[in-house]
T-cell receptor, first 116, second 110 residues
Framework: AQKITQTQPGMFVQEKEAVTLDCTYDTSDPSYGLFWYKQPSSGEMIFLIYQGSYDQQNATEGRYSLNFQKARKSANLVISASQLGDSAMYFCAMREGVRNFNKFYFGSGTKLNVKP | NAGVTQTPKFQVLKTGQSMTLQCAQDMNHNSMYWYRQDPGMGLRLIYYSASEGTTDKGEVPNGYNVSRLNKREFSLRLESAAPSQTSVYFC?????????FGSGTRLTVV
């Protein structure tokens, strides 16, 4: 089974609007971490936001927030007030467990296009 | 700036040639990783090194070898390149709270 599933290969959003990128995960380990990375056309991987499985509140970083629904095993990324510079590939990832943090899984990504 | 540096940025190889991708980090991380990225498949782990002196296979290790030269450096070697190894390669280092990635190497094998 896929550890991380991103069901939206591509999305469009109008500039200044909010957009939600979907991510579901699969793990039986009670301790895990969820991450979102941005990959612009230049190719680098940029860390955006992190949510731990025991965190009570949803993580926020500026215009990024992570909508963490533990029972549904979803970790959707919400980008508020989209900007043209947000056009990029977005990857959801999960670190499974605490001790062996080499178990780090990536989804297949969502390509976001922001329209002016 | 602190981070992960990998070289080269671009490389074209002929089938059967060998090459080594270099990676160095200055964040004092114990763990380092090599990933490949292919269209529609996200990032897949090739090899990792949990600490200096140790290396382990990831999801797609065939056709690759690695060396953890010291705490800072982790290299990836292709002994006999094949067209199936055409990909973008990322080195990363990290902790339990996440990874920092290098800027990537775009490798084409013809």
């Amino acid at each position: 089974a896929q550890k991380i599933t991103q069901t939206q290969p591509g999305m469009f959003v109008q500039e200044k609007e909010a957009v939600t990128l979907d991510c579901t995960y699969d793990t039986s380990d009670p301790s895990y971490g969820l991450f979102w990375y941005k990959q612009p056309s230049s190719g680098e991987m940029i860390f955006l936001i992190y949510q731990g499985s025991y965190d009570q509140q949803n993580a926020t970083e500026g215009r990024y927030s992570l909508n963490f629904q533990k029972a549904r095993k979803s970790a959707n990324l919400v980008i508020s007030a989209s900007q043209l510079g947000d056009s990029a590939m977005y990857f959801c990832a999960m670190r499974e467990g605490v001790r062996n943090f080499n178990k780090f899984y990536f989804g297949s990504g969502t390509k976001l296009n922001v329209k002016p | 700036n602190a981070g992960v540096t990998q070289t080269p940025k671009f490389q074209v190889l002929k089938t059967g040639q060998s090459m080594t991708l270099q990676c160095a980090q200055d964040m004092n991380h114990n763990s380092m990783y090599w990933y490949r990225q292919d269209p529609g498949m996200g990032l897949r782990l090739i090899y990792y090194s949990a600490s200096e002196g140790t290396t382990d296979k990831g999801e797609v290790p065939n056709g690759y070898n690695v060396s953890r030269l010291n705490k800072r450096e982790f290299s990836l070697r292709l002994e006999s390149a094949a067209p199936s190894q055409t990909s973008v390669y990322f080195c990363a280092s990290g902790t339990v709270n996440g990874y920092t990635f290098g800027s990537g190497t775009r490798l084409t094998v013809v």
